[in-house]
């Protein structure tokens, strides 16, 4: 980035700190340092004014110092712009960003915006320098079970086509206003699995694309691409496989059944999923219990209340596993519950009920959880 010919002086006090707005002055290079005023929203600034004693003597004595400080411009006015803009992190505030944030921080370079929405509707307008990564490459078949997560190797360098390191603070949107929480439980199953591949800085938009265009925030019809460099360290404390949740079965864990009701008490079932009912001992704590009319997640108030409701156990290092159909449903659970919630040792069974029910001599039971 050309700064121009201006000399850049600052002293990194607190890296901690988070920068929302810094002005700096330049001074020619001929000329005596005006030094940095700063403006930041938080205490402590990264930026500190500098101390000017024996600056006159120093700046007059010869031609060398500077070219010196000439050359020490760039790599201070890197860092400065670098802390700015975003390589030293844009402290994301919480699993959910609001419009108002991620506005703020469009052009953070660390802040890598994901699209969950079809190519089409990403093509009609997204949200400025938003990478289209449709839901459905987010899943597979894998051992003839449909929507799992793909092959550490194969989810790995899909995030890495859309731009994502492991420095990245990534923000992820999808289409809210869909029934039964579908449009939710992509922004929450892409969430999940970020975690579950060892990255760390990670969001929702709250209130999803409709939240976006509510604030009258900017669209775009430029598509934006990069490339990333990934590399996944997989977090088996948060998911849960086949063998597990047989063994849960005969353990002090809370199988936690996130589909609707008419679904855990086998009145109905999905279509690909070979069996009616749920796995037994499951407690009923159903999507339509975590989501509004518009969508977007219940206030946490009511996601407390229903809990209790539900039975989930009080004690929140109790070992929960969550499912559904296909891991999708109970990626809204997982989310709720660890991120609203506060519970702190919840696994999401990925093949959820479209594979417990395809192995025959795993049970079953209809009826009302008793």
């Known amino acids: 980035m050309d700064l121009g010919e201006g000399m850049w002086r600052a002293s990194v006090t607190n890296l901690e700190t988070r920068i929302t707005r810094v002005v700096i002055k330049p001074w020619p290079y001929f000329q005596k340092p005006v030094f940095i005023q700063e403006m930041t929203s938080w205490p402590g600034s990264c930026f500190t004014k500098a101390n000017v004693t024996d600056q006159d003597s120093l700046w007059e004595k010869n031609d060398m110092v500077k070219k010196r400080m000439i050359g020490y411009r760039n790599l201070l006015a890197a860092l400065c712009v670098g802390l700015v803009s975003g390589t030293a992190g844009a402290a994301m505030v919480g699993p959910l960003v609001s419009p108002q944030w991620l506005q703020g921080h469009l052009h953070d ?21 938003a990478i289209s990564a449709p839901y459905v490459r987010w899943r597979m078949m894998v051992r003839k079970v449909n929507r799992m997560l793909p092959p550490v190797r194969v989810i790995q360098a899909y995030l890495r086509s859309v731009g994502v390191n492991n420095q990245s603070e990534v923000v992820v949107y999808n ?11 992509g922004e929450t ?13 990670d969001a929702i938009l709250d209130g999803g694309f409709e939240g976006w265009q509510k604030m009258h925030g900017p669209l775009s019809h430029a598509a934006s691409h990069a490339t990333g460099n990934l590399v996944a360290h997989f977090q088996p404390a948060i998911d849960a496989d086949l063998q597990q949740v047989r ?29 009616y009912g749920h796995i037994p001992g499951a407690v009923p704590y159903p999507v339509t219990w975590m989501i509004g009319a518009d969508g977007n997640f219940l206030p946490k108030v009511q996601l407390e209340a229903l809990a209790r409701v539900a039975g989930l156990p009080a004690n929140h290092n109790a070992p929960m596993v969550t499912y559904c159909n296909t891991g999708h449903w109970a990626s809204i659970g997982w989310f709720v519950v660890t991120q609203e919630l506060g519970y702190r040792h919840v696994r999401l069974y990925d093949g959820s009920m479209a594979q417990w029910a395809y192995h025959r001599a795993d049970p079953v039971a209809v009826g009302f959880v008793k």
């Not at 802040?111 to 320098?129: F, N, Q, T």
Request: aromatic letters at 6%.
């Open 109 to 129: 370079r660390q802040v890598v915006i994901l699209d969950l929405r079809s190519p089409k509707d990403y093509e009609a307008g997204h949200i400025p320098g």
């Open 175 to 185: 289409t809210i206003k869909t029934p039964m929480g579908l449009g939710l439980g």
């Open 189 to 201: 199953r892409a969430f999940w699995t970020l975690k579950v591949l060892g990255h760390n800085q």
């Open 247 to 275: 063994a849960d079965l005969h353990k002090h864990v809370a199988l936690i059944d996130n589909r609707p009701m008419h679904q855990i008490v086998g009145l109905t079932k999905a279509p690909f999923v070979t069996r």
